[in-house]
């Protein structure tokens, strides 16, 4: 595949970045137009990706998390993703929220708390039944997709299939 790249400059954080699940091809955009500056590999699988404000942190599909300098695109750092000591797999869509990594867990309706320092889940959200209040006209498949707003401060889910897209607001107890 061939695909026409912008003027060279360096990448920042600011940037857009999409991963390809298999071909560990990955593209970097502008943000105010989405225009193409840059492909990039890496050496995993592109599952999920977010950011810290100083490195991109991607998922592989493992309990690995990447932090990687979005200026070299070289790898800086990996922590594994765990539970009072044990590895936790299937780390997929992430977002960054409060300086904790918010992580789907591909095939549950469960999403993880990471400490990014650590690798510990401090809390989980979970999702089960969330689907049961509506009425499903397709086949849907798994929870897959979290973003984040910062000015209503909730999280927007939804999945592979979903016909809806949900507005969570988080609260401590």
Same mark, same amino acid.
């Not at 591909?106 to 690798?119: D, K, N």
């Given at each position: 595949? =061939?695909?026409?790249?912008?003027?060279?400059?360096?990448? /920042?954080?600011?940037?857009?970045?999409?991963?390809?699940?298999?071909?560990?091809?990955?593209? !970097?955009?502008?943000?105010?137009?989405?225009?193409?500056?840059?492909?990039?590999?890496?050496?995993?699988?592109?599952?999920?990706?977010? =950011?810290?404000?100083?490195?991109?942190? $991607?998922? @592989?599909?493992?309990?690995?998390? =990447?932090?990687?300098? +979005? *200026?070299?695109?070289?790898?800086? %750092?990996?922590?594994?993703? =765990?539970?009072?000591? $044990? +590895?936790?797999?299937?780390?997929?869509? *992430?977002?960054?929220?409060?300086?904790?990594?918010? #992580?789907?867990?591909? *095939?549950?309706?469960?999403? #993880?708390?990471?400490? +990014?320092?650590?690798?510990?889940?401090? &809390?989980?959200? @979970?999702?089960?039944?969330?689907? @049961?209040?509506?009425?499903?006209?397709?086949?849907?498949? $798994?929870?897959?997709?979290? &973003?984040?707003?910062?000015?209503?401060? /909730?999280?927007?889910?939804?999945? %592979?299939?979903? +016909? !809806? *897209?949900?507005?969570?607001?988080?609260?401590?107890?």
């Amino acid at each position: 595949l =061939h695909y026409p790249l912008r003027r060279q400059r360096q990448m /920042c954080i600011r940037d857009r970045y999409q991963l390809t699940w298999k071909s560990k091809t990955g593209f !970097v955009y502008e943000q105010e137009d989405f225009q193409l500056v840059k492909t990039f590999s890496y050496s995993y699988e592109g599952w999920g990706i977010t =950011h810290d404000g100083k490195y991109l942190i $991607v998922s @592989d599909g493992t309990s690995t998390l =990447h932090f990687v300098d +979005p *200026l070299t695109m070289k790898e800086i %750092k990996r922590i594994e993703i =765990h539970e009072n000591g $044990v +590895p936790v797999n299937r780390i997929n869509e *992430l977002e960054y929220i409060k300086n904790k990594i918010f #992580a789907n867990i591909w *095939l549950t309706e469960r999403i #993880a708390v990471i400490e +990014p320092q650590s690798g510990e889940i401090t &809390a989980w959200l @979970d999702l089960s039944g969330i689907l @049961d209040s509506i009425e499903i006209i397709q086949e849907i498949n $798994v929870l897959n997709g979290i &973003a984040y707003d910062s000015e209503k401060d /909730c999280l927007f889910v939804t999945g %592979k299939l979903w +016909p !809806v *897209l949900f507005e969570i607001k988080i609260s401590e107890r």
